[in-house]
């Protein structure tokens, strides 16, 4: 691991600080200082800005609408995005590009990558991902969703559940089952899949925070074109492996910055509330930095690995089940800092579902209850902890599978 970086890194450290000082109003304070509606219209512009400066998929050859950037480019942006309070793309880019574009490239033909690349670039194509199924969730490959080929289209019957953000998407990466003769990893194929037509049926799914962000996804006899596939047919296993990766690799840069940042709004809390002298809330606090430090390292491990050339690979389950147990506890103590005030939470809520509140975000108690909730999901989405830990067990640690029942 090697945690400093080149001159001519911070030479482009020094051009993304320039970049945002012209591009952001004046008086900047990050995302969770506007309210919904200010929120929504500054996530539209701000994605057409990083769209006309080639920076929403910034390692993408330029040829698809890319930036070109080198892994360490990359990072240096993504580092001082999350510094300023600002994304690196539209709500639902962490499925469009980060997930399913970079998979694309990795295994996609020329073809597949010039017809879906620009059109995610520029937002014709909003995709969301079709993985998990009421029966298929931490044994992924169980799922039963099928695709059968009739002439030059798949037809696709069965249903996904937890389809983040499909309200708004137009497109599905769907893992289907193609062949059921064989074992359950080997007949699974990756699809894509457009969301308007009959055959497709979205429903929202409310959460104990109030919000529907996911949903349940029902396809009857739904289509979509034969050469539609990511990889090979029947071999969508080892795809939906890689696009995981990217899922939780690309988070290195950014989610140990968004967290040092809520842990030092976490201490004004509790200077707030008259606690921080407490003997024991000290101690929760002193151990939560201690963490938020470890993840640092861990990304820079993550970083520094990608830079050299390495892949994303089951490693990085490591990271994902540190930063979301973290998470949980954090929030734990959160709740504990704002005492019987969060049985009647005040304020505005949180303004997003996933990882900790948007930078700038006020320290009301309702921002820190709903961040408290939104934080039990975070060791169950993208895998679940016990499944993070067997992977880890497994497939990093070479450690015997963990025993099956006899009948199974």
Not at 147 to 152: H, I, Q, V
Not at 154 to 175: D, E, H, P, R, Y
Not at 333 to 351: C, W, Y
Request: aromatic residues 10%; proline residues 5%.
């Amino acid at each position: 691991m090697d945690p400093t970086y080149s001159e001519e890194a911070d030479a482009y450290r020094e051009k993304i600080t320039a970049f945002l000082g012209e591009h952001l109003p004046a008086g900047w304070q990050g995302m969770g200082a506007l309210n919904p509606e200010q929120l929504e219209t500054f996530m539209a512009e701000w994605r057409a800005i990083l769209s006309a400066n080639r920076l929403l998929a910034p390692s993408w050859p330029s040829e698809y609408g890319g930036g070109g950037l080198s892994s360490i480019e990359k990072v240096i942006l993504a580092e001082e995005f999350q510094k300023a309070g600002v994304p690196t793309g539209g709500g639902n880019d962490v499925f469009s590009i980060q997930m399913v574009g970079n998979t694309i490239l990795n295994w996609g033909t020329d073809e597949m990558k010039a017809e879906f690349l620009p059109k995610i670039i520029s937002g014709e194509y909003v995709f969301c991902q079709g993985y998990s199924e009421p029966n298929s969730g931490s044994d992924l490959a169980s799922l039963m969703c099928k695709a059968e080929l009739d002439g030059d289209e798949w037809v696709i019957n069965g249903q996904k559940i937890w389809t983040s953000a499909g309200m708004s998407a137009n497109w599905i990466f769907v893992l289907c089952r193609t062949d059921f003769e064989s074992s359950k990893h080997k007949g699974i194929s990756f699809l894509l899949c457009p969301m308007d037509q009959p055959g497709i049926e979205v429903r929202p799914i409310a959460m104990m925070s109030g919000e529907s962000e996911f949903n349940e996804t029902f396809f009857t006899d739904a289509r979509t074109a034969k050469d539609n596939v990511v990889g090979q047919v029947n071999g969508g296993w080892a795809v939906a492996m890689t696009l995981l990766g990217y899922e939780r690799g690309d988070s290195a840069a950014t989610t140990p910055i968004a967290y040092r940042t809520e842990y030092d709004r976490l201490v004004k809390l509790a200077q707030e509330k008259g606690v921080a002298e407490d003997p024991v809330i000290r101690q929760r606090l002193a151990q939560a930095f201690s963490k938020v430090e470890i993840m640092r390292f861990m990304g820079l491990g993550t970083l520094t690995r990608f830079i050299a050339g390495a892949t994303p690979g089951p490693g990085e389950s490591l990271f994902k089940l540190y930063w979301s147990e973290y998470h949980k506890q954090v929030t734990e103590l959160s709740l504990d800092i704002l005492g019987a005030e969060a049985m009647v939470p005040t304020g505005q809520q949180p303004m997003t579902s996933f990882n900790t509140d948007l930078p700038g975000a006020p320290n009301s108690s309702a921002s820190w209850v709903g961040t408290f909730y939104n934080a039990r999901a975070g060791t169950i989405y993208a895998g679940t902890s016990e499944v993070q830990r067997n992977i880890v067990g497994e497939m990093v640690l070479g450690l015997p599978k963990e025993p099956r029942p006899a009948n199974v």
